[in-house]
């Protein structure tokens, strides 16, 4: 298939997905085409099957917003005509999917192209439900030809807030775990990571008040990477806790499979998590992760067995599964090792991405 990929090409869950898939749809032969505003994280170059177009967009003084969505969908429509794409495949709602409606539309003389959404979590939970945008992103799910969500709980929240009765499948994320692997031997030194864009729903300062209170009993430290608007208040509470030293803020990582095997132990303090990405990852490359027990979450984790639930905000109960972890050599390796399985039966590559193929051609077909 000869496919348009569309995403926020930076550092988000559903920017990661978009280019995971991509790649790993043109290693199995197909011709992927992205259309972004800049290159793809994670894309690389060289990479055979895989072309990039960017998207311009120019800006005049009468535009106070310059109106990307427009400049989106004539080059995504550009590209399909071009390129004889068949499909448009939109990761994140807003604005990606009224895009690709409209580019549809502007080539509905000479053919049909379809495009498929895929609904990632604050496009829906957050994004979505802001007045100013819950009726958009109504209608472009309904018109889209064919819609997945990445986890049941982010499916049936979108047919609940949004009152669509349409059908969504859901393929869930998806890890290479020829990629993603646990080291040879554990990290020596104890390590707490922490991996995402910063944004408040991940409650990053929760990591910190969290090894400050591990500290007391074992002598951890903590890896942040990413970088976002959070970054400072964090910065600040580790001085105030007096944990500054400990705490290594890395900045954006384009590769974190090389990071993920330095730690024991990953932490997902967020808000709302409709699946948790990072955690998978983590998983794969034997790290326990201690996370929340929100939205779709407990779909990847199972509490006790592979990692630990705790309720949003328990800071303490939280920081206690971090000490179990790290003080009992035994425990760790039988959550790790569980991890490494969850990640290898159930959501690796070899089975996620066959999901989306097979759904490509049955809207195709369509
Ligand atoms: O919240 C983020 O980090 C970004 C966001 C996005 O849409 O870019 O991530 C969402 O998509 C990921 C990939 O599908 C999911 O694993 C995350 O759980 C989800 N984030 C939230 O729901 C907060």
Redesign the pocket.
């Known amino acids: 298939m000869r496919i348009g990929v569309t995403c ?1 090409p930076t550092y ?6 978009a280019t995971e898939l991509g790649l790993e749809l043109a290693a199995r032969g197909h011709e992927i085409h992205f259309i972004t505003y800049a290159s793809p994280i994670r894309m690389g170059s060289g990479a055979e099957r895989i072309h990039y177009h960017e998207v311009e967009v120019s800006s005049y003084p009468l535009f106070q917003y310059p109106p990307y969505c427009l400049a989106l969908a004539s080059r995504m429509a550009d590209v399909a005509e071009t390129q004889r794409l068949d499909l448009l495949h939109v990761h ?1 709602a807003i604005p990606h999917s009224i895009a690709a409606m409209l580019a549809q539309q502007m080539m509905a003389g000479t053919r049909r192209i379809p495009f498929v959404t895929t609904l ?4 829906i ?1 957050l994004v979505g439900t802001d007045p100013s945008y819950f009726p958009i992103t109504r209608f472009s799910i309904e018109k889209s030809d064919g819609v997945t969500s ?1 986890s049941d709980y982010l499916c049936a929240r979108t047919h609940v807030v949004f009152g669509v009765e349409r059908h969504i499948r859901v393929i869930r ?1 998806f890890v290479n775990c020829r990629l993603y692997r646990p080291p040879a031997e554990p990290p020596k030194e104890p390590t707490l990571l922490h991996v ?2 910063f ?1 408040p ?2 409650r990053i300062q929760d990591c910190i008040r969290i090894l400050a209170r591990v500290r007391k009993d074992v002598p951890a430290r903590l890896l942040m990477a990413g970088d976002g608007p959070e970054r400072s208040s964090a910065e600040r509470l580790a001085r105030d806790l007096g944990v500054c030293e400990h705490v290594r803020f890395l900045g954006k990582q384009d590769h974190v499979e090389r990071l993920f095997p330095q730690a024991h132990i990953l932490l997902m303090p ?1 808000e ?6 990072a955690a998978l990852e983590a998983m794969a490359c034997g790290v326990v992760p201690i996370a929340t027990n929100a ?2 979450v407990p779909e990847l984790i199972t509490n006790w067995e592979d990692g630990f639930l705790e309720a949003v905000g328990d800071v303490e109960n939280q920081a206690q599964r971090v000490i179990e972890v790290l003080t009992n050599e035994k425990e760790h390796l039988r959550l790790s090792q569980a991890a490494r399985l969850k990640a290898e039966n159930h959501f690796d590559t070899l089975r996620v991405i066959p999901q989306y193929e097979a759904f490509y051609e049955e809207v195709l077909r369509s």
């Open positions: 926020y988000g869950g559903s920017g990661i997905v994140y990632h979590g604050t496009d939970t990445i994320n995402s864009n944004r729903v991940k967020s709302l998590e409709s699946f948790g990405l939205g779709g």
